[in-house]
């Protein structure tokens, strides 16, 4: 049974997402990867599955979910993603390491069309560098 590793952020619409699509994209099969929220929003922002397509990774069929899903499931490590969730987040089963990784919400993002989905593609390309570190970490033998 491969590690899990599971990402949170508050709403479980935005960040969590990027960083779920992301890092099963850069780990392969080393582990699995979840993301949920402590409030879900019930949905995955459209602007986050559009930046993610423009990189090639597919996360339309993510679903919003609540942490509580996963207390009774071995987790290797917990990824938050957002403060409020960092303060949130239960001890797991299993759970061996805890990160937090703080990157600003685009869903408050204001402006026009255009700068709002350039802020989504600015957090998730803060996401991608973030992510993708830690799956080449994976991929040379580092912890979880």
């Given at each position: 049974m491969k590690?899990?590793?599971?990402?949170?952020?508050?709403?479980?619409?935005?960040?969590?997402?990027?960083?779920?699509?992301?890092l099963?994209?850069a780990?392969?099969d080393?582990i699995?990867?979840?993301?949920a929220?402590?409030?879900?929003?019930?949905?995955?922002?459209p602007?986050?599955?559009?930046v993610?397509?423009e990189?090639?990774?597919?996360?339309?069929g993510?679903?919003?979910?609540?942490?509580?899903?996963?207390?009774?499931?071995n987790?290797?490590?917990?990824?938050?993603?957002?403060?409020?969730?960092?303060?949130?987040c239960?001890?797991?089963?299993?759970?061996?390491?805890?990160?937090?990784?703080?990157?600003?919400?685009?869903?408050?993002a204001?402006?026009?069309?255009?700068?709002?989905?350039?802020?989504?593609?600015?957090?998730?390309?803060?996401?991608?560098?973030?992510?993708?570190?830690?799956?080449?970490?994976?991929?040379?033998?580092?912890?979880?």
């Amino acid at each position: 049974m491969k590690p899990l590793v599971l990402i949170l952020c508050t709403g479980n619409s935005c960040r969590s997402h990027l960083a779920e699509g992301i890092l099963r994209s850069a780990a392969g099969d080393l582990i699995d990867v979840a993301s949920a929220g402590s409030k879900p929003a019930g949905y995955v922002h459209p602007r986050s599955i559009d930046v993610m397509k423009e990189i090639g990774t597919d996360i339309s069929g993510h679903t919003s979910k609540h942490l509580e899903e996963f207390l009774n499931r071995n987790v290797d490590t917990v990824i938050t993603v957002c403060g409020n969730a960092d303060q949130a987040c239960p001890m797991f089963p299993g759970q061996v390491n805890r990160f937090h990784w703080g990157f600003d919400d685009p869903a408050h993002a204001t402006g026009t069309e255009e700068e709002v989905h350039n802020e989504f593609r600015r957090v998730r390309d803060q996401i991608k560098l973030v992510f993708e570190a830690y799956a080449a970490g994976l991929k040379r033998g580092k912890s979880l």
